[in-house]
Antibody
Framework: EVQLVESGGGLVQPGGSLRLSCAAS????????MDWVRQAPGKGLEWVGR??????????EYAASVKGRFTVSRDDSKTSLFLQMSSLKTEDSAIYYC???????????WGQGILVTVSS | DIQMTQSPSSLSASVGDRVTITCRAS??????LAWFQQKPGKAPKSLIY???TLESGVPSKFSGSGSGTDFTLTIISLQPEDFATYYC?????????FGPGTKVDLK
């Protein structure tokens, strides 16, 4: 069974940093592209970023709203995905989901999400 | 960036109804379009990818159509568990963009 479990969320002040983790199991992690998607309270879904697999040199893509502030990375040995967030703004407050790509399906499986609140 | 629109933004329907949601891209995305269902307090669920392909385990009451810039999600014989918010997403070009969502509630 595929499982994605996010952790590391919480309350952080504007300008601060936070690192989210996503522990994955139940599939061949190293083969898959992995993404982060977020959802501000009461709002729609926003794609945040992607890290490709080792076969594609772990290259990354980002939404313009987070580029230069957020970094998506992975550790295949620990089947884990990370989101390093810095220079956080109040508008980064959201539930953050990690997702798996399978073939040409961009977000086949989703974690339960983790809440990040940026507030003074 | 590609812009995604959905219509309607919300709709009220009855059990047993047929529902159609439209998604439009600001430029040609071929068939790189996915649909997601989200219920309150839950993570989204993937329903359809490549515009028309159902994810494994998704009932055939859901169907997708379209290519280029215009797409539709159709749900036939609406059931209580289908009342939710539906999002489309283009994944042809970075950044991937979701539509604003369509909330389907009970009339």
């Amino acid at each position: 069974e595929v499982q994605l479990v996010e952790s590391g969320g919480g309350l952080v002040q504007p300008g601060g940093s936070l690192r989210l983790s996503c522990a994955a199991s139940g599939f061949t992690f190293s083969d898959r592209y992995m993404d982060w998607v977020r959802q501000a309270p009461g709002k729609g879904l926003e794609w945040v970023g992607r890290v490709r697999s080792k076969a594609y040199s772990y290259t990354t893509e980002y939404a313009a709203s987070v580029k230069g502030r957020f970094t998506v990375s992975r550790d295949d040995s620990k089947t884990s995905l990370f989101l390093q967030m810095s220079s956080l703004k109040t508008e980064d407050s959201a539930i953050y989901y990690c997702t798996i790509t399978e073939g040409i399906s961009p977000h086949v499986y989703w974690g339960q999400g983790i809440l990040v609140t940026v507030s003074s | 960036d590609i812009q995604m629109t959905q219509s309607p933004s919300s709709l009220s329907a009855s059990v047993g109804d047929r529902v159609t949601i439209t998604c439009r891209a600001s430029q040609d995305i071929s068939t790189s379009l996915a649909w997601f269902q989200q219920k309150p307090g839950k993570a989204p669920k993937s329903l359809i990818y490549a515009a028309t392909t159902l994810e494994s385990g998704v009932p055939s009451k859901f169907s997708g159509s379209g290519s280029g810039t215009d797409f539709t999600l159709t749900i036939i014989s609406l059931q209580p568990e289908d009342f939710a918010t539906y999002y489309c997403q283009q994944y042809k070009y970075y950044p991937f963009i979701f539509g604003p969502g369509t909330k389907v509630d009970l009339k």
